[in-house]
């Protein structure tokens, strides 16, 4: 894009993304894979050369949404094209490899339909799309594949630029357990873990660019096994990589995001216990209490199982919190068995969770069975939601008095306003100066909502570094 001044600004690239934090990742990724040929980044599709909806197929209507979005995309295209530009749009994520070629004869003004294991491959794509006149290519690139290759072998270094102070860094991907309600098999393809080696150099990269903490990203992440750092034998878990992250000076907070309960191992409690950088908070999706829903679900695990991790975290870190995700309605789901999961949330008491209706997701298992009413899944997850809501209220407000250790991560919505986290990944407000943020520092929580809490920074308190993140709650 030439400015009237003759200014070259470059292409612009406008990326949607939709869904969970991996989603996040990837679109910086492809962010960094498209810089060298020449693309910034857009503030809107309207301004964009390239648009690039990065999609999610976890529940309903996923592909609905996208199709409406690329109908009001194909107006932007058309006015473009009628002032004498172009602009590339693209499909990728889970939707786009879920619907594969459908997209192409839905939506024909798409040029490129790529998967969450093929964008890698996007300069190139890129390129033969704009080797083509405008309007004369046939019809669109697709690439869905699930290559040979490990995509991160492909990508460049993440980019210098800033990447906030909390940042993430994807270190698994994929699954390979096949719940029954899931397409993340499907869509991800099979679990893969990137080397220590690369993970480190990633994170030594993120903190020496800004990162005060970093979560560590997996469909599945503590099924983690990269390879050993330095032609060492073996592979690392969960656990051990930590440590090794751990020794990373700057570093000072660090989470991971999410877990199965069946890939927990001694070493990943342990490190709760060991290393004072990993927050005392896990989010461990259970799905159910119900241990005849649960193995419907082929979930490997029963509701007791959960409850003596949650005991062996608890007794590693005694002031851990936990989340998790429930799914209401799974088919085969009685009042019982309802019953059951209410009894497991009462019995543990979260700081937070996410709930949901079950979704039935094409070609997966249970999407075949027979399904449960809408009304009966709405009022069951009204049910379970009421009480979660009560207990995340209950844990903040347990909050109010405490001293917590909040790294300030960007401006809040009023003047004078900073939102930070605590380790329990509270949202938390206070008023500061804007040279505050990227500090962590000691807060006092005088108030408490359903969603954040409100502290005030403790006078002439210097900086608190990770060994301090040990809070007495
Ligand atoms: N790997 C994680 C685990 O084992 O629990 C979950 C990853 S999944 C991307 C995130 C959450 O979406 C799940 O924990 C589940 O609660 C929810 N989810 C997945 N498929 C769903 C469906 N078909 N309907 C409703 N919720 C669903
Ligand atoms: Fe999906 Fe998680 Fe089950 Fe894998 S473990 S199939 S990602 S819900």
Redesign the pocket.
Known sequence: MVEKDGTDLGKRLYIKTYGCQMNVYDSARMADLLAPLGYHIAAAAGEADMVILNTCHIREKAAEKVYSELGRLRALKRARAASGGRMVLAVGGCVAQAEGAEILRRAPHVDIVFGPQTYHRLPAMVAGILAAPAGGAARGLLDTDFPEEAKFDFLPEAAAASPGVAAILSVQEG?D???SF?V??YTRGAEYSRPVADVVAEARRLVAAGAREITLLG??VNAYHGAAPNGGAGEWGLGRLIHALAEIAGLARIRYT?S?PGDVDEALIAAHRDVPQLMPFLHLPVQSGSDRVLAAMNRKHTADDYRRLVERFAAARPDMAFSSDFIVGHPGEDEVDFAATLALVEGIGYAQAFSFMYSPRPGTPAAQAPQLPDEVKAARLATLQELLWAQQRRFNEACRGDVLPVLLERPGRHPGQLIGRSPYLQSVHVEGSAHLLGALLPVRIVGAGQNSVAGVLEADVPEIGPAAAAVSA
């Open positions: 699954c357990k096949f719940c899931c993340v098999p469909q599945n999410t199965h």
